[in-house]
C-alpha cells in the first residue's frame, strides 16, 4: 500500500505540475480523421503487464484497450482484462489475511473519455466481471460476479509524430456488485472497503 500510495502522489504531483506549465496550454485537439488524415482509433494497454514479472504470487495480469475518437476531445473505449488477486481489493497490498486461495476475474467494459487542456483528461469505466475462486489446492470452487467501475484522472501525452501516447494517471475505484463469494472467502472479505482510491495507472497506446 505505501508503494502505492507513493507512485499515486508522484502521478498526482507531475500531471499537477504539467496543468500549471504554460507551454502544456494546448488549444483545442486536431480534428477525427477524414481529409487531414487524423488518425481516431487507439490500442493499448498499461506499462504495469511488468507486475507479472514481480517475485510472488503473479497477477496473470492482461489488459487489451481500444478507443475510437469520435471528437477531437471525446473517446469512447471498450476494456479487455483478466487477472488474479489473492487478498481483499479494499485493502490491496496491505491485507493483514490472504484468501484461501485465489481469484481469477476476466471482463469486457466500456468506457468514455473527456480529453481537457493542458495534456490533461478524465474517464470513467465499467467493467462486469466474471470471477471464478480456486481454493489452496487450485480446485475451482464456484463462480462469482462482480461490476467494477473506474473513475480516472491523468495526462495524455502524444510522441512519434503522435502517433504513440502515455497517459499517467490516478484512479478512485468502486465495485458495488460483488456475488456468491465462497464462505471461506466471505470472511477474510468481512469489514473490507467496496473501494480504493488512488490507483496509479500508467497507460500507454498506438493511434491508428
Not at 45 to 65: E, I, M, V, W
Not at 81 to 110: C, D, F, H, N, Q
Amino acid at each position: 500500500m505505501k508503494l502505492t500510495n507513493t507512485s499515486s502522489l508522484l502521478i498526482l504531483a507531475m500531471l499537477l505540475a504539467a496543468a500549471r506549465c504554460p507551454a502544456l496550454a494546448d488549444s483545442a485537439p486536431r480534428a477525427n480523421a477524414g481529409s487531414n488524415g487524423e488518425r481516431n482509433h487507439h490500442l493499448g494497454s498499461t506499462l504495469f503487464l511488468l507486475g507479472n514479472l514481480a517475485p510472488g504470487d503473479s497477477p496473470y495480469f492482461f489488459q487489451l484497450n481500444y478507443g475510437y475518437h469520435f471528437t477531437p476531445r471525446d473517446v469512447v473505449t471498450t476494456e479487455a482484462i483478466t487477472w488474479t488477486y489473492y487478498e481483499p481489493l479494499g485493502t490491496y497490498g496491505s491485507s493483514e489475511r490472504s484468501y484461501p486461495g485465489k481469484v481469477r476475474a476476466l471482463g469486457i467494459g466500456v468506457g468514455y473519455q473527456r480529453l481537457l487542456p493542458r495534456k490533461l483528461y478524465l474517464s470513467m469505466q465499467a467493467v462486469p466481471f466474471r470471477q471464478t475462486f480456486y481454493d489452496t489446492e487450485d480446485v475451482r470452487i464456484q463462480h462469482g460476479f462482480q461490476l467494477f467501475l473506474q473513475f480516472r484522472f491523468g495526462g495524455h501525452f502524444e510522441f512519434f509524430s503522435r502517433r504513440w501516447f502515455l497517459e499517467p494517471s490516478v484512479a478512485f475505484n468502486y465495485w458495488p456488485i460483488n456475488t456468491h463469494f465462497p464462505a471461506s472467502f466471505k470472511e477474510i472479505e468481512r469489514g473490507k472497503h467496496n473501494y480504493f482510491l488512488g490507483e496509479p495507472g500508467l497507460h500507454f497506446g498506438w493511434k491508428f
